[in-house]
């Protein structure tokens, strides 16, 4: 028979999202239930992970990554990819991580600048009764901005690079025991279609598998002939590729795709997961389970590129009885959907987990309107980019099919080019300014020297928090959308 079949099953963005969810869905038990009920009865199975494993969970900060490490480990991926949350903690600290995994961990394109070594290994070959896979990793260009001060460090950061870097592994690596190729990427779902785009047919690339920006699909995006897919976020569904490939024809027959949601129903929980995460929740749970106050109700941020209540709340907390006139809160920086009304010490600290220094900076009018201008750019709605909270007195109307600011306030005023406004940010997005914000961080800093305000941004929040009860926040047209 010149037919073989091969199962690759995938995650991406797992962020911690290791216990059940409230409905039974979800939870690593009932995941690696899956995978070790699809590697029983199907012959030829690959497990992969497309990066961000890390982030999301207390149990995950609470032991910088090793708790992760451990139940990944139980997982047992065949191949993982790093994502731009696994250099959190530092390259130094995600390189010691990598010596406590038991699966191989692989990126292309993370370097040394000094001789321009890589990191790690850029590729790794699977076989399966005869079927060999070369899986080659690619790294979102966010990595940059996680690894400014780490400058011995360095990526190639543009798709098109990306893509040469996969044209040199295929030349270098692919042999004619090489049956397919699949790249896993951490790049975000329009950048794997650029990619895609520019894949020359002769480097044999059969499948992406991507990742970083949470993308839930129905069906595979076909682009240049290559099937693309993601599997959403966290561990409440997984993907899975059934492959027949022609070992005749040398090349795929067929394939079909599918995400697989994790229920009681698809998925058979697995005992030594569910032991092991319930001994880390249990220790978890001692440290950080206690009340820091109540809100008025449930308060939602429910989507990045949009005013939310949680965004709202946390960045009037921060702006309050602050030396400073506005507060931009990184969207990202708030990993809930949702929180409250009984808000415990946990909570808080998965919802924020970056604890990072307050810096204050004066812009000009016309410098926040660029900023902001860059911040609404079209990128930001389908893909990943950098997004704003804003604290109370501003309001923004936006109109997407002319790209133009209609309305821009402060304090119930229009918003003089020559006007100064003290702006606050965290550390993150301070030291990414220029590239996040198309202003030149010298440019601003002109109009005064930038300085910490604040040291610990968990450490703030938790005083107001815990002073502060019964607290309500609702969306008020601060960032209004047309179109």
């Known amino acids: 028979m010149s037919e073989k079949h091969l199962t690759i099953l995938h995650s991406n963005d797992l962020h911690g999202d ?5 409905d039974g869905t979800g939870g690593l038990s009932r995941l690696s239930g899956y995978v070790k009920k699809t590697r029983a009865e199907e012959k030829n199975v690959i497990y992969a992970n497309a ?63 000094v001789n321009n070594a890589r990191l790690f290994t850029p590729y790794l070959n699977i076989e399966r009764d005869g079927i060999r896979v ?22 190639f950061i543009d798709v098109a690079d990306a893509a040469k870097q996969v044209g040199i592994i295929c030349d270098s690596y692919r042999t004619k025991d090489t049956d397919l190729v699949v790249l896993l990427t951490h790049i975000g779902i329009d950048a794997d279609r ?15 598998i991507g990742g970083h920006t949470h993308t839930f699909m129905d069906e595979p995006e076909v682009v240049n002939g290559v099937p693309i897919v993601q599997a959403g976020v966290g561990s409440g569904q997984i993907g899975r590729f059934d492959l027949v490939y022609d070992t005749a024809k040398h090349k795929l027959a067929g394939w079909k795709w599918q995400c697989v949601p994790i229920t009681p129903d698809t998925a058979p929980e697995d005992p030594v997961m569910a ?15 206690r009340i820091v106050t109540h809100f008025a109700r449930k308060l939602t941020h429910p989507k990045r590129t949009q005013e939310t209540e949680l965004g709202n ?81 501003i309001h923004i109307v936006y109109r997407k099919s002319t790209h133009t600011i209609e309305e821009f306030q402060f304090r119930g005023e229009d918003i003089r080019d020559e006007q100064e406004i003290l702006i606050c940010l965290q550390s993150f997005h301070y030291g990414s300014f220029s590239e996040f914000f198309n202003v030149p961080l010298e440019e ?23 002073t502060h009860t019964g607290l309500d926040a609702h969306v008020e047209g601060r960032l209004v959308i047309l179109d």
């Open 275 to 289: 032991q092991l995460l319930s001994d880390y929740k249990s220790q978890t749970d001692e440290k950080y389970r």
């Open 18 to 22: 290791f216990l059940p969810h409230e």
């Open 134 to 155: 070369l899986f080659i990793a690619l790294l979102t260009q966010e990595v940059i901005s996680s690894t400014k001060n780490e400058k011995v460090i360095g990526s």
């Open 313 to 393: 709340l946390y960045a009037d907390l921060l702006q309050q009885d602050s030396s400073f006139d506005l507060m931009l809160l990184g969207s990202g920086s708030i990993r809930r959907d949702e929180l409250g009304p009984i808000l415990e010490y946990q909570d808080m600290v998965e919802a924020t987990p970056y604890d990072d220094q307050l810096w204050m900076l004066k812009v000009t009018g016309a410098q926040l309107r660029r900023m902001v201008q860059y911040m609404l750019r079209d990128e930001a709605w389908g893909g990943h980019t950098e997004f704003y909270q804003f604290s109370k007195g």
């Open 51 to 113: 990066g961000d494993m890390f982030r999301g969970s207390i149990i995950d900060s609470e032991y910088l990554g090793l708790s992760t490490i451990e139940m990944m480990n139980l997982l047992d991926p065949d191949v993982s990819a790093v994502g731009n949350h696994e250099v959190d903690y530092g390259i130094a600290h995600l390189l010691f991580l990598e010596k406590c995994a038991r699966f191989p961990i692989i990126n292309a394109d993370l370097y040394v600048t």
């Open 194 to 208: 650029k990619l895609a785009g520019m894949l020359n047919p002769d480097w044999g690339v059969d499948l992406i």
């Open 444 to 466: 601003v800093a002109a109009n005064m020297k930038p300085r910490v305000v604040a040291t610990s941004l968990l450490g703030v929040l938790e005083e107001l928090l815990t």
